[in-house]
């Protein structure tokens, strides 16, 4: 008799351990978030914030890598501030898309690891419709991302503020001439709003006019909270 107590004691136990465990395993934080902006919106300054804030990342005690990519990144060129994944040139395209589509399936291969994404196809679209009037078609990509559960910031200033933010900018830039043009900047966020009003993906609109990074990192916290952002699909 005490022998089949034990025995059930023990598959009662097993199964309390295996049911409490499926729901911590379900509790983990991979959230997938995609920073959209024109330039001076501090986008990275926010990427690197989330990527640290215990409620998007969870608690640290050490640090450790964490997974913070771009399209911003120049890989296409061998010298500082060349082309990338935003700004190749027409003969690169082939390099450019088939460089989404490998993003695309490692992100596809590591669903449950957590991604900030500064920049990205959006962007491209930006750039190429500005400078070659080129429309790129990306509903493929994000229909992966939708599934996947990656969810769009777009960074967004008032006119006025920017003035401030390029102040800001140039104390640490490498490269200030870029921010000579604030109109163009301007013309980027117009063209970019209307991109993100036609993105599928569950999105959100960030004002950083203030330059409060710490204010809009806890506003995107309280989205993902909300929205149920914070854990995987």
């Known amino acids: 008799m005490y022998n089949n107590l034990n025995c059930y004691f023990k598959g009662y136990l097993f199964l309390f351990i295996l049911i409490n465990g499926a729901g911590i395993m379900g509790k983990k934080l991979c959230p ?19 990527n640290e804030h215990p ?10 890598h964490s997974p913070l990519i771009s399209a911003e990144w120049c890989a296409f060129t061998n010298i500082p501030w060349g082309r990338g994944l935003i700004n190749f040139l027409p003969e690169e395209e082939n390099l450019a898309m088939e460089t989404y589509a490998t993003w695309a399936k490692l992100f596809e291969l590591q669903k449950y690891y957590s991604w ?14 500005m400078k070659y009037n080129k429309d790129y078609n990306f509903d493929w990509l994000e229909c992966k991302l939708c599934d996947l559960g990656f969810r769009l910031v777009f960074c ?34 117009e063209i970019m709003a209307n991109l993100v009003a036609n993105s599928k993906l569950n999105k959100i609109t960030i004002d950083i ?19 149920g952002g914070l854990y995987a699909k």
Do not use: C
Request: hydrophobic share 35%; no cysteine.
């Open 55 to 64: 409620r998007i990342v969870g608690p640290r005690k050490y640090r450790y």
């Open 32 to 50: 997938k978030i995609i920073l959209e902006g024109t330039r001076l919106t501090f986008k990275t300054d926010i990427a690197f914030a989330l």
């Open 116 to 129: 900030i994404v500064d920049r990205f196809h959006l962007s491209t679209m930006m750039y190429q419709k």
């Open 209 to 227: 006019s203030d330059n409060n990074i710490n204010k809009v990192v806890e506003d995107i916290a309280d989205w993902l909270e909300v929205s």
């Open 156 to 189: 967004y200033r008032s006119k006025e503020s920017f003035v401030e933010a390029r102040k800001e900018r140039l104390k640490i830039s490498g490269n200030p001439k870029q921010y000579d043009d604030l109109d163009l900047f301007v013309k980027e966020q």
